[in-house]
Nanobody
Framework: QVQLVESGGGLVQPGGSLRLSCAASGIMFRFATMAWYRQAPGKQRDVVAMIASGGSTNYADSVKGRFTISRDNPKNTVYLEMNSLKPEDTAVYYC???????WGQGAQVTVSS
């Protein structure tokens, strides 16, 4: 049974930081490409960042230089460090094993003063 459990969301002021975590179980985590997606109200779910099993990363242009994806294979956990947050980063953030239909429950991130 695959489980992806996100945590770390919340309310933050513009310019602030948050760190999301996603604990995975039921998958061969160390071989998996993991991704973070986000979905704002009324918009489609878009990929934010990806990290391959070997550690190479890719980012959406909108978050380059502000967000960092990382992974801890022994802990089966992928992280998303978000800095210099903007109101347009407000969304529900989802963890995903890239290319699969396995999703976590999502973590709400709200950037507002």
């Amino acid at each position: 049974q695959v489980q992806l459990v996100e945590s770390g969301g919340g309310l933050v002021q513009p310019g602030g930081s948050l760190r999301l975590s996603c604990a995975a179980s039921g998958i061969m985590f160390r071989f998996a490409t993991m991704a973070w997606y986000r979905q704002a109200p009324g918009k489609q779910r878009d990929v934010v960042a990806m990290i391959a099993s070997g550690g190479s990363t890719n980012y959406a242009d909108s978050v380059k230089g502000r967000f960092t994806i990382s992974r801890d294979n022994p802990k089966n956990t992928v992280y998303l460090e978000m800095n210099s947050l903007k109101p347009e980063d407000t969304a529900v953030y989802y963890c995903n094993q890239y290319g699969t239909s396995w999703w976590g429950q999502g973590a709400q991130v709200t950037v507002s003063s």
